[in-house]
């Protein structure tokens, strides 16, 4: 099973489009329910879960592009 | 806002907490949607890297754990959202346990053209013998199982919980929208001035 930089790099897209679409959500739960409810705390636990994905992807994407799978096919 | 006062309650040994809070609808809205869809993606990221990778890939389960959290947290916020409780202890993270170890609902495919009639008479054949119309949940959720099990030729606990779960989601978000409509435009609906009150602390009427 394997996985190619432009594939990726798809993923890698998504996963930062994830990233910002949910990042008002601990926002507007703590200015709702104040920073120590529990569900402004599950919110940034959340938003802490998909931002450890997110860095383990580039990474990830930062090694595959240290040893590229596509080949050059010249002019 | 305001933490105000908080009851403990024990519920089948899950400790619960109850809070009078208040958030603005637009807002519950917003978390709503925001969220039913970060799930759908965090879901297809998730199985798009298992597939490539492998389950127990390193990203693969920290995707499936992402997935976890988002799910749970669109959970909590339906909860909160309906009851004003907020779930506490280890109900959410058995919830993520689960989830993480469930497959992943597969979209049904298009279902060919013969099969259509047939289905959908079955839908309508079966909210007519349970007295419902058939644009109830409970007639859709089965249209779903049923669905569900002619693409993949079966269905798990998992599978059924999550189309549930995908049902209750359109049921409160529509919910949302209804109120909404009625509080701010009451003339638009005579013919139920007055036999309904404010929502508020009513239970939901599924």
Same mark, same amino acid.
């Given at each position: 099973?394997? %996985?190619?930089?432009?594939?990726?790099? @798809?993923?890698?897209?998504?996963?930062?489009?994830?990233?910002?679409?949910?990042? &008002?959500?601990?926002? %507007?739960?703590?200015?709702?329910?104040?920073?120590?409810?529990?569900?402004?705390?599950?919110?940034?636990?959340?938003?802490?879960? %998909? @931002?450890?994905?997110?860095?383990?992807?580039?990474?990830? &994407?930062?090694?595959?592009?240290?040893?590229?799978? &596509?080949?050059? @096919?010249?002019? | 806002? $305001?933490?105000?006062?908080?009851?403990?309650?024990?519920? +089948?040994?899950?400790?619960?907490?109850?809070?009078?809070?208040?958030?603005?609808? /637009?807002?519950?809205?917003?978390?709503?949607?925001?969220?039913?869809?970060?799930?759908?993606?965090? !879901?297809?990221?998730?199985?798009?890297?298992?597939?490539? +990778? $492998?389950?127990?890939?390193?990203?693969?389960?920290?995707?499936?754990?992402?997935?976890?959290?988002?799910?749970?947290?669109?959970?909590?916020?339906?909860?909160?959202?309906?009851?004003?409780?907020?779930?506490?202890?280890?109900? /959410?993270?058995?919830?993520?346990?689960?989830?993480?170890?469930?497959?992943?609902? #597969?979209?049904?495919?298009?279902?060919?053209?013969?099969?259509?009639?047939?289905?959908?008479?079955? #839908?309508? =054949?079966? /909210?007519? *013998?349970?007295?419902?119309?058939?644009?109830?949940?409970?007639?859709?959720?089965?249209?779903?199982?049923? =669905?569900?099990?002619?693409?993949?030729? $079966?269905? #798990?606990?998992?599978?059924?919980?999550?189309?549930? *779960?995908?049902?209750?989601?359109?049921?409160?978000?529509?919910?949302?929208?209804?109120?909404?409509?009625?509080? !701010?435009?009451?003339?638009?609906?005579?013919?139920?001035?007055?036999?309904?009150?404010?929502?508020? $602390?009513?239970?939901?009427?599924?």
């Amino acid at each position: 099973m394997t %996985i190619d930089a432009r594939e990726l790099n @798809e993923l890698t897209r998504k996963a930062t489009e994830l990233m910002s679409e949910t990042a &008002d959500v601990p926002r %507007i739960l703590r200015n709702q329910l104040g920073d120590q409810n529990q569900l402004a705390r599950a919110a940034e636990q959340m938003q802490d879960s %998909i @931002e450890n994905f997110l860095q383990e992807l580039r990474c990830f &994407d930062l090694s595959a592009q240290a040893f590229p799978t &596509d080949t050059f @096919e010249g002019p | 806002m $305001g933490v105000l006062d908080p009851r403990p309650l024990d519920v +089948l040994g899950l400790k619960r907490l109850e809070f009078n809070l208040r958030i603005p609808e /637009a807002d519950f809205e917003h978390l709503i949607r925001t969220l039913s869809e970060a799930r759908s993606r965090a !879901t297809e990221l998730a199985a798009s890297i298992s597939a490539r +990778l $492998g389950p127990d890939h390193r990203l693969a389960e920290l995707a499936n754990a992402a997935a976890s959290r988002v799910e749970n947290m669109l959970r909590e916020i339906q909860i909160f959202a309906t009851t004003g409780t907020v779930t506490t202890a280890g109900l /959410a993270d058995l919830h993520g346990a689960l989830q993480s170890e469930s497959q992943p609902v #597969t979209p049904a495919p298009v279902i060919p053209s013969e099969h259509v009639p047939t289905e959908m008479q079955a #839908t309508a =054949s079966f /909210a007519m *013998q349970a007295g419902l119309e058939p644009e109830h949940w409970l007639p859709m959720f089965v249209h779903d199982l049923i =669905s569900q099990v002619r693409a993949s030729g $079966g269905i #798990t606990f998992e599978v059924a919980e999550r189309l549930l *779960q995908q049902r209750k989601d359109d049921f409160l978000r529509d919910f949302l929208i209804a109120r909404r409509m009625y509080r !701010t435009y009451p003339k638009l609906f005579p013919e139920i001035q007055g036999e309904i009150g404010p929502p508020e $602390g009513h239970p939901i009427q599924q």
